[in-house]
C-alpha cells in the first residue's frame, strides 16, 4: 500500500457515483513509509470493511482530529441523552405514530409495511412483553452561525461506535509516533484528545439490560444469549465484531443471524422467552439490519408477498421477553416525518411529552427548522431565493437520499403530488470547516483537504424512559463517532459517500467524557 511522495503532481477524484463536481486532492510532503505505518495500524485496529471474500480494505479516515469548543461539546452531552429519552417517549404513543406517518402510505411502500407492523403490534389491548432498549446516535453538525444543530436520530442501526472509538486510538498513535507531521496537519489551540469509550460502554449497556431480561426470566443464565440481526453479505463486519468480541469478554453469548435465517431459527419458551435453534434463551436483540425495504426481501419464502415473512419475524420478536433495538415504535419514532412534526409541534408538543421547561430549552435549541413539501413548494422557494438554505432529505436511511441547490427546484417539479409527504425541507447548515488543511487516508493514499466539515454523533442508552448508566454518571452517554468530509461534498456517508472517520479534539478541559 503506497503512500504520496511529494508534491509532484496533482490529481483529480470525480465524485461520480452522486454527480458531484470535481474536487483536487493534492499530495503533501508525508512520506510513503509514514502513510504506510499509519494505514499499518488502521488495520491492526480493525479499522477495515471486507472486500471480497478473504479480503479487506481500510476504513477511510482523517490524519489528525477534529477541533470542538468545550462549551459545544457540554451542550452535545446534555441534549444527546434528551433526544434519546424524547425517542422513547414518542415511542410510546401510539396514536401519535400512526398519525404522522399515515400520509406516507400511499408515497412509501417501506413505511406502510412499517406501519402495517406497528398496527399489528399495538393493536391489543395486552402490553407487548418485549422490553424497549434504545441504542440511539444522534447526529449534529455545528453551523457557523447558528450553532450546534440535529442532523437526525438514528434508533435502528446505530453502528461504527467501536470504529469512533478505534479512531480515537489510531489519531492518538499518530500524535505520539509521528508528532510532527500530525502538528503540522492539526490546531493550534491548546487541549486533548477527547477519550472515547464507546465500545466498552456499549457492551455494558447490553449486558446490563440482557441481565435484568434474564432475572426477569428466572433462568440466572451464566451466559445471557444476545442477537445481532445482520444484513446479508455485510462488509461492516470488523465493526460488529468488536462489539460482540467485548459481550463475550463480558460473559454474553453471541450470535448473528440474518432475518432470512430466524425465520426458520426462532421459538417460544417458557416465561415468554425467545429461543434461537440450537442457540438457548435470547435476552437482548440488536438489529444492525431492517431500516430498508430490501432487508425484508426473502423471494424464496411461499408468502403472499416477498417481505411477509421477515416482517413476520421481526413482530415475533417483540412478542417475547427480551430486550429488543430497535422495536419498530422507536424506528417510526425517528423517522424524518416524526421529527418534521417534532419540530412543527414546538414548545406545546415537548410539554405533552413530559419534558420540562429548561428541558424543552435545550432541545428547542438544537432543532434545526424544516419544511413540509406540497404543492407549492418549488415556487416558494423560487420567490425566496432560498434554495441555498434548505436540503431536500427523503425518507430513506442509510445515505444518499438528500438533494441540494437547483437539483432541489428539478425535483420538486417532476414530483407527483402522492411523493409528497415522502419529502422534507430541512435547514441547510453550513459549518466553518477546520481552519487548517488536513489529510484524509483514502485506499492507502493520502488526499490533502483545505476545508474538511464533520458530523459529530454521539451515542446514548436506554431502557424504557430511563437512561442506563455509564461507569462514572448517569448521563447515559456513552462515546461518539466522528465522520468528516470535503466542505463542496454533499453525500458524506463512510460507505455511500465521501465521509472519513475522524474523531474529537476538545479545545480545552472540562467534558463529561474527558473524564472517563
Given amino acids: 500500500m503506497g503512500g504520496t511522495g511529494g508534491l509532484q503532481q496533482c490529481w483529480v477524484q470525480r465524485a461520480h457515483d452522486f454527480g458531484q463536481k470535481v474536487f483536487v486532492a493534492v499530495p503533501d510532503q508525508i512520506s510513503n513509509p509514514i502513510i504506510d505505518d499509519v494505514v499499518a495500524e488502521a488495520l491492526q485496529l480493525n479499522l477495515c470493511f471486507l472486500n471480497g471474500p478473504g479480503q479487506t480494505r481500510h476504513v477511510p479516515f482523517t490524519f489528525s482530529p477534529t477541533s470542538i469548543s468545550r462549551n459545544t461539546l457540554l451542550q452535545l452531552e446534555s441534549v444527546a441523552p434528551l433526544l434519546g429519552r424524547l425517542t422513547q417517549a414518542v415511542a410510546n404513543q401510539n396514536d401519535l405514530i400512526q398519525g404522522v406517518h399515515a400520509p406516507l402510505v400511499a408515497a412509501d411502500a417501506f413505511f406502510a409495511e412499517m406501519l ?81 469509550p464507546a465500545t466498552e460502554q456499549l457492551a455494558r449497556a447490553i449486558a446490563s439490560a440482557a441481565r435484568q431480561i434474564d432475572s426477569e426470566l428466572g433462568s440466572d443464565a451464566e451466559h445471557p444469549g444476545f442477537l445481532m440481526v445482520v444484513q446479508e453479505n455485510e462488509d461492516n463486519v470488523f465493526d460488529q465484531r468488536l462489539l460482540e468480541r467485548r459481550l463475550q469478554e463480558l460473559g454474553l453469548r453471541t450470535h448473528r443471524r440474518t432475518f432470512r435465517q430466524l425465520h426458520e431459527q426462532l421459538s417460544s419458551g417458557p416465561n415468554q422467552s425467545l429461543q434461537l435453534a440450537d442457540c438457548g434463551t435470547i435476552h437482548a436483540v440488536y438489529l444492525r439490519a431492517g431500516y430498508q425495504y430490501q432487508d425484508y426481501i426473502a423471494s ?31 424506528q417510526l419514532a425517528t423517522s424524518k416525518r416524526m421529527q418534521l412534526h417534532l419540530v412543527g409541534g414546538g414548545d406545546t408538543l415537548l410539554q405533552k411529552l413530559g419534558f420540562s421547561l429548561r428541558e424543552r430549552q435545550a432541545l428547542g435549541a438544537v432543532f434545526a427548522s424544516m419544511r413540509s413539501v406540497d404543492a407549492d413548494s418549488a415556487k416558494r422557494l423560487r420567490d425566496e431565493n432560498s434554495t441555498g438554505e434548505w436540503v431536500l432529505k427523503n425518507q430513506g436511511e442509510g445515505g444518499g437520499h438528500c438533494l441540494f441547490d437547483r437539483d432541489i427546484l428539478s425535483r420538486l417539479d417532476l414530483m407527483a ?55 462514572n454518571d448517569r448521563s447515559g452517554n456513552l462515546g461518539y463517532l466522528v465522520r468528516s468530509k470535503p466542505l463542496d461534498v454533499t453525500e458524506g456517508g463512510i460507505h455511500s459517500g465521501f465521509g472519513s472517520l475522524d474523531s474529537l479534539f476538545v479545545e480545552s478541559s472540562g467534558s463529561i467524557l474527558a473524564s472517563i
Fill in 300 to 330: 424464496d419464502l411461499d408468502t403472499r408477498r416477498c417481505c411477509d415473512a421477515i416482517c413476520a419475524t421481526r413482530i415475533f420478536i417483540e412478542r417475547h421477553r427480551v430486550a429488543v433495538n430497535a422495536t419498530v415504535a422507536q
Fill in 116 to 196: 402495517a407492523m406497528h398496527r399489528e403490534l399495538h393493536s391489543g389491548v395486552m402490553e407487548l412483553p418485549r422490553v424497549p432498549l434504545l441504542l440511539q446516535r444522534s447526529d449534529f453538525m455545528v453551523d457557523e452561525v447558528a450553532g450546534a444543530r440535529l442532523v437526525e436520530c438514528n434508533s435502528i442501526a446505530a453502528g461504527m461506535a467501536p470504529f469512533g472509538e478505534r479512531a480515537h486510538a489510531l489519531h492518538g498513535y499518530i500524535e505520539g509516533r509521528w508528532p510532527i507531521e500530525f502538528a503540522r496537519f492539526h490546531t493550534a489551540s491548546p487541549g486533548a484528545l477527547l477519550p472515547n
Fill in 417 to 471: 403530488s402522492s411523493d409528497y409527504s415522502a419529502w422534507v425541507l430541512m435547514q441547510r447548515l453550513r459549518p466553518a470547516g477546520r481552519a487548517n488543511a488536513t489529510l484524509v487516508i483514502r485506499d492507502g493514499k493520502a488526499q490533502r483537504v483545505e476545508r474538511l466539515v464533520s458530523e459529530i454523533g454521539l451515542f446514548t442508552a436506554h431502557m424504557g424512559e430511563q437512561a442506563l448508566p455509564t461507569d
